[in-house]
């Protein structure tokens, strides 16, 4: 009881009292909420029903608060709202609308004006990037909420928060399969990283990883036709699985079937994840649609910067060398890369099993995100999820440090610290170094003692 009321005071604080721009207050309280919340874990982990019960809580503290940290649940309500009005929102970018008096008198739009003051000019500017099944929830909390703000979060907060709950539930039968400690999963759901990132500020990687989830645990059961929808559905959510299609050959390769009939299903699975894609953007294709979705994806390569690790070196190296930002030019080799590295994990590693599978995963997602240009907080949700089911936990390391990069947001600028940016990723590098090399080093010295 002590336990959740204190941590239930504190969510209240962070969702209720709190501006992004008071660092010293954020950090300090998220501090608190992870420490606590890791205490819980550790001393109660075995009584599930009552860690579901306060993660359900926790969650419900935010259930009437304006996100503070992030602005993005302001575009999201604009994609949502134009759904509803029959507006294809890949089509028209928020600042056309309103530059548009033809547009506005055929498409009257009550709050048009604030939630573009909400969003930001820049993201005002371009068009919508988030995917199919994101815009149809997005609609949902339109239809649902009416013209209500806070009507429309409120939907799209338990929207969220159902999705956690069915992670929980598909997560703690997966680790059982595994023969895994069913308990992990509140190193998720737990999380005050998840609570405040998901729940609090509407950031979707938790439905797109409840199809994850869900996917991996049909696989694992050898119900592939039903993996590879919720695959399918998973990237409809959040683009982000696409980068470990690759990584299934051996999954299905390695089986008791020829090396042809697991080659067959291989691309039976592949054309069932991309025709579930193609299914949920049907209804929004056309070929400005291809030109404005390729185009605002590419931004995030080649001209947003924030919170990123070894890119900066590189972007370092280049102002020492040529004297300008080479974001444009590294942005267009970094994917290459990233192909190249999950290429390596693909075929010479060892992913036969759905262990093996997922730690793989993990490595090509930690090492996008190392040469990443952007990395936000709530990126980490799902490394942190796929830790879960592995010996690793570094991720848990980094939803504790990634924080720091709230440092940067101003009252009207946004101003890295790189000292601060150094701390996190050392840190979380160190911890990952030391779990991949020296803790299996130890543990193999241990065994071959006994």
Request: charged letters at 10%; zero cysteines; a neutral charge.
């Amino acid at each position: 009881m002590l336990f959740t009321v204190l941590l239930a005071v504190m969510y209240g604080s962070f969702a209720y009292d709190l501006t992004r721009i008071d660092f010293v207050k954020l950090i300090s309280l998220y501090g608190a909420l992870f420490f606590l919340s890791y205490q819980l874990i550790k001393q109660y982990g075995q009584n599930f029903n009552v860690l579901l019960a306060m993660g359900v809580l926790f969650r419900l503290v935010f259930l009437f608060a304006i996100p503070n940290l992030s602005q993005d649940f302001y575009r999201f309500l604009w994609d949502g709202h134009w759904i509803a009005e029959g507006i294809n929102p890949y089509l028209f970018t928020p600042q056309l609308y309103l530059e548009s008096p033809a547009m506005q008198l055929k498409f009257p739009f009550e709050n048009a004006a604030a939630l573009y003051e909400g969003m930001d000019a820049l993201n005002g500017s371009h068009f919508t990037n988030y995917p199919p099944v994101n815009q149809l929830l997005f609609a949902l909390s339109a239809l649902l909420g009416g013209h209500s703000v806070l009507g429309n979060i409120m939907v799209l907060r338990i929207l969220i928060l159902l999705a956690d709950v069915g992670i929980l539930y598909f997560g703690k039968r997966l680790l059982e399969q595994l023969t895994l400690p069913a308990h992990t999963i509140f190193w998720y759901f737990l999380n005050p990283f998840i609570i405040i990132e998901l729940t609090g500020n509407l950031h979707f990687e938790g439905v797109m990883l409840f199809f994850f989830v869900v996917s991996l645990f049909f696989l694992q059961k050898n119900k592939w036709l039903l993996s590879a929808a919720f695959l399918g559905l998973s990237i409809s959510t959040k683009l982000i699985p696409l980068m470990f299609l690759p990584l299934y050959f051996q999954w299905f390769w390695t089986k008791k079937d020829s090396f042809f009939v697991g080659l067959k299903k291989l691309l039976f699975y592949y054309l069932l994840v991309l025709g579930t894609v193609l299914l949920t953007f049907l209804p929004f294709l056309s070929s400005a649609f291809f030109t404005n979705y390729i185009d605002t994806t590419a931004l995030w390569f080649q001209q947003f910067e924030f919170n990123a690790s070894i890119y900066y070196i590189v972007r370092w190296i280049g102002f020492q060398t040529i004297g300008w930002n080479i974001i444009e030019t590294v942005g267009k080799i970094l994917p290459f890369i990233i192909i190249a590295f999950i290429l390596i994990l693909t075929f010479f590693r060892k992913n036969e099993s759905l262990k093996q599978l997922i730690t793989a995963m993990l490595f090509s997602i930690f090492f996008y995100f190392l040469l990443s240009t952007t990395i936000h907080p709530w990126y980490i949700a799902t490394p942190l999820l796929l830790s879960v089911f592995t010996k690793y936990r570094f991720p848990i390391v980094w939803t504790a440090t990634v924080m720091l990069s709230y440092f940067a947001y101003k009252e009207t600028t946004v101003e890295e610290n790189f000292w601060l940016i150094a701390i996190e990723y050392l840190v979380v590098i160190g911890f990952a170094a030391w779990e991949i090399f020296f803790k299996r080093a130890n543990s193999q010295k241990q065994m071959q003692g006994l």
